[in-house]
């Protein structure tokens, strides 16, 4: 059974601190590399992707990824109180498949 | 853009009863996803079309639930009979194809809210 990790949180954090969210998996073959922001009630919506190794800016988030560890990881950086949210990992597997973690639940407080 | 659509949004039934919820995939995506995603818990796949045929099914449970996407855009996923645990929150999701490379994505509607009583 192909397998992402995440730890469930809550993440807490002072807001203007950096957030520093992390995810496994297990399929050694997967390719591609999503975190989506999941608020209370709402559908998820994607931040960013990621497919090489090494790291991925955009704006305050930063994405990382070591394939050989098999670990991914988000940065949130001057975290804000609107960041409050579920942060869920997703991983396209070998056989093409989007697989989500259990979510990271992420509190910046004010 | 006009996004994913989905209906009804809210179901209350009782248990061993039917529900059937509708999807409609933004416009040109060949790829429809449905995920079940229980309270606390990461959306889990369903069932994944690409146009009119099933890509994967695997964690469908099929004894109970049926999908269909019949001439390759709308959606129409069914369950019946309900049990306590198809509580949860179904979503329907789209991507321009089956593959996530060069930015393509997956887009979710607002989902279908499930309690089963």
């Known amino acids: 059974q192909k397998e992402v990790e995440q730890n469930s949180g809550p993440l807490s954090v002072p807001e203007g601190a950096i957030a520093s969210l992390n995810c496994t998996y297990s399929?050694?073959?997967?390719?591609?590399f999503f975190w989506y922001r999941q608020y209370s009630g709402k559908s998820p919506e994607l931040i960013m992707f990621i497919y090489s190794n090494g790291d991925k800016e955009d704006g305050r988030f930063t994405a990382q990824l070591n394939k050989a560890s098999q670990y991914v990881s988000l940065l949130i950086r001057d975290s804000q109180p609107s960041d409050s949210a579920t942060y869920l990992c997703?991983?396209?597997?070998?056989?093409?498949?989007?697989?989500f973690g259990s979510g990271t639940r992420l509190l910046v407080r004010p | 853009e006009a996004g994913v659509a989905q209906s009804p949004r809210y179901k209350i039934i009782e248990k061993r009863q039917s529900v059937a919820f509708w999807c409609n995939p933004i416009?040109?995506?060949?790829?429809l996803y449905w995920y079940q995603q229980i309270l606390g818990q990461g959306p889990k796949l369903l069932i994944q079309?690409?146009?009119?045929?099933?890509?994967?099914d695997s964690q469908l449970p099929k004894d109970r639930f049926s999908a269909e996407r019949l001439k390759g855009v709308d959606s129409t996923l069914k369950i019946q009979p309900a049990k306590l645990e198809d509580s949860a929150v179904y979503l329907c999701?789209?991507?321009?194809?089956?593959?996530?490379?060069?930015?393509?994505?997956?887009?979710f509607g607002e989902g279908s809210w499930l309690t089963v009583v």
């Open positions: 999701a789209s991507s321009l194809d089956l593959f996530f490379f060069s930015g393509n994505t997956i887009y």
């Open positions: 997703a991983v396209m597997d070998s056989s093409y498949k989007l697989i």
């Open positions: 079309f690409q146009n009119n045929g099933v890509v994967d």
């Open positions: 416009s040109g995506h060949a790829t």
């Open positions: 399929d050694r073959g997967s390719q591609s």
